[in-house]
């Protein structure tokens, strides 16, 4: 029986590259697996796959029955809704520890840096295997979107470590020009749906027993969004009611200004300025230097939310 090795929802580069690089790295183990996404690959994650020619990863929908590892989530509201009747044998991840339990021990990978690829170069490290050119490329592609660039507070030097050697055995010299091609290719969002650009980088967390949906693009530059802002404020307002959500938060992510714009519907907007000390005006507020929901968004709000 094969492992099956998935992300979260709305998969982005990491959730899609650590999947497939895992999957290498467990069958060169003996440990047969199988690289799975749980949604449509974007258009970020599409470029970086046809740029190395790796194949995109296997739809996946229901764990039941199966052995799963997760990357780059340990969270159940990201997870697949049936993963309760799956076996979860192993977490490799980088963010915070989320709702996930298992009946069995596991093996966990769990480190506070800026990619999951990062944490999934130093397992190739540990069982000395030689990571493969492609695997490589895209792996490196993964950290500089989920670090944007080396931009991000998340970003460590295991991170930037790993991308050097990275870079050398995918024969990447250029980064910046790598990832600037990648967050021009984020950036485009002529004639996208506006239902797809509000869940291409999208996650709903569990506040204290609210449902709490974050929503992210980062983009080179914000005007791009300014024509289609309303009607992302309209779609994540159906959202919210869809999904009985207490909030939906966009985040709009200038990656050159760095900052965010941040659209708000809420049951009770003023967990905003709870969180961040800042007075929303007109359902939206900027919050200079924030550009990672993992780090600088959803603390904030959980603790905004639990007093
Ligand atoms: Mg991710
Ligand atoms: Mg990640
Ligand atoms: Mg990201």
Redesign the pocket.
């Known amino acids: 029986m094969a492992v099956y090795i998935f992300g979260h929802k709305n998969p982005?580069s990491?959730?899609v590259c650590?999947a497939i690089a895992l999957a290498d790295l467990k069958n060169k183990l003996g440990v047969k697996s199988v690289a799975a996404v749980q949604g449509e690959l974007n258009p970020e994650s599409k470029f970086v796959l046809g740029k190395f020619g790796v194949n995109a990863p296997e739809l996946l929908s229901s764990g039941a029955g199966k052995q799963v590892i997760l990357v780059?989530h340990s969270d159940l509201a990201q997870s697949l809704d049936d993963l309760a009747k799956a076996e979860i044998v192993g977490i490799v991840d980088?963010?915070k520890l989320g709702d996930v339990t298992t009946p069995n021990p596991l093996e966990a990978w769990i480190w506070p840096v800026g990619?999951?690829c990062t944490v999934i170069k130093s397992m190739y490290d540990f069982f000395g295997v030689e990571i493969p050119k492609n695997i490589a490329g895209i792996m490196l592609c993964?950290i500089l979107s989920?670090t944007v660039i080396f931009k991000s507070v998340t970003c460590t030097d295991k991170d930037k470590e790993a991308c050097e050697v990275l870079a050398k055995i995918a024969g990447q010299s250029d980064l910046k020009s790598l990832g600037m091609a990648m967050f021009k290719v984020k950036s485009a969002i002529e004639g996208t749906p506006v239902r797809e650009l509000v869940l291409r980088d999208y996650k709903d967390f569990n506040m204290s027993g609210k449902k709490v949906g974050i929503g992210q693009l980062e983009v080179v530059d914000l005007s791009l969004l300014d024509d289609v802002k309303p009607a992302l404020v309209e779609d994540i307002k159906a959202l919210k009611a869809e999904g009985n959500r207490h909030s939906v938060f966009l985040l709009l992510t200038d990656i050159i200004k760095e900052g965010t714009e941040m659209l708000i519907i809420s049951d009770d907007p003023s967990v905003v300025e709870k969180a961040f000390g800042v007075a929303p005006a007109g359902g939206k507020v900027w919050l200079a230097g924030v550009m990672s929901r993992k780090k600088q968004v959803v603390p904030n709000f959980e603790k905004a939310f639990a007093g």
Do not use: F, G, P, V
Request: proline share 0%; glycine share 0%.
């Open positions: 982005d990491d959730s650590a780059d980088h963010h990619c999951t993964a989920d």
